[in-house]
T-cell receptor
Framework: GDSVTQMEGPVTLSEEAFLTINCTYT??????LFWYVQYPGEGLQLLLK?????DKGSNKGFEATYRKETTSFHLEKGSVQVSDSAVYFC?????????????FGKGTKLSVKP | KAGVTQTPRYLIKTRGQQVTLSCSPI?????VSWYQQTPGQGLQFLFE???????NKGNFPGRFSGRQFSNSRSEMNVSTLELGDSALYLC????????????????FGAGSRLTVL
């Protein structure tokens, strides 16, 4: 079945460092891809999304490009801040499946030190 | 506008008991999905409801059930609780567009943290 694999954390960076969190997926169809972020004690918030190959999602300085040839959707940010400390989840939605059924990766915990 | 509201936020139960969790979606959202989040298994899909009908169900035992009311509010129930049911239960709502769009965005609540002793 469909699946998402993302790099295991935790990831610890200094403020203003460059961030990459790797995400690859396996899907039989043409999924939409998402990054969600979870801050301590909160639910998940959508960070960005891409619906087709070569789409680039971006938000709050974060970017990810839908790469069909490598089945990847890596999350990047040029300069992280302490406030970016959170758990990041990569997810996919199979277009042929239920709209409410997202398949998530295990999550990557990011800690940014001042 | 108000977000997705889940109640209660925290609860403690003992093995064998049952629990009911509630979710009020964003106004106008007709689809509600439930997820279980644990450190070991991560986020796992439980079920999705739309217009009071269950549209999809994850791989959980029959002890896990849910329903949706005519105002789109949803409840999930877990009977005969086990220690392994301790988790954060997340509810998410969404506008339901065409299935082919594939870009449906889920808005999550803060979750209900269940501890089973």
């Amino acid at each position: 079945g469909d699946s998402v694999t993302q790099m295991e954390g935790p990831v610890t960076l200094s403020e203003e460092a460059f961030l990459t969190i790797n995400c690859t997926y396996t899907a039989t169809g043409y999924p939409s891809l998402f990054w969600y972020v979870q801050y301590p004690g909160e639910g998940l918030q959508l960070l960005l999304k891409a619906t087709k190959a070569d789409d680039k999602g971006s938000n709050k300085g974060f970017e990810a490009t839908y790469r069909k040839e490598t089945t990847s959707f890596h999350l990047e940010k040029g300069s992280v801040q302490v406030s970016d400390s959170a758990v990041y989840f990569c997810a996919l939605s199979d277009r042929g499946g239920s709209q409410g059924n997202l398949i998530f990766g295990k999550g990557t915990k990011l800690s940014v030190k001042p | 506008k108000a977000g997705v509201t889940q109640t209660p936020r925290y609860l403690i139960k003992t093995r064998g008991q049952q629990v009911t969790l509630s979710c009020s979606p964003i106004s106008g959202h007709r689809s509600v999905s439930w997820y279980q989040q644990t450190p070991g298994q991560g986020l796992q899909f439980l079920f999705e409801y739309f217009s009071e009908t269950q549209r999809n169900k994850g791989n959980f035992p029959g002890r896990f059930s849910g329903r949706q009311f005519s105002n789109s509010r949803s409840e999930m129930n877990v009977s005969t609780l086990e220690l392994g049911d301790s988790a954060l239960y997340l509810c998410a709502s969404s506008l339901v567009g065409q299935r082919s769009s594939g870009a449906n965005v889920l808005t999550f609540g803060a979750g209900s943290r269940l501890t089973v002793l």
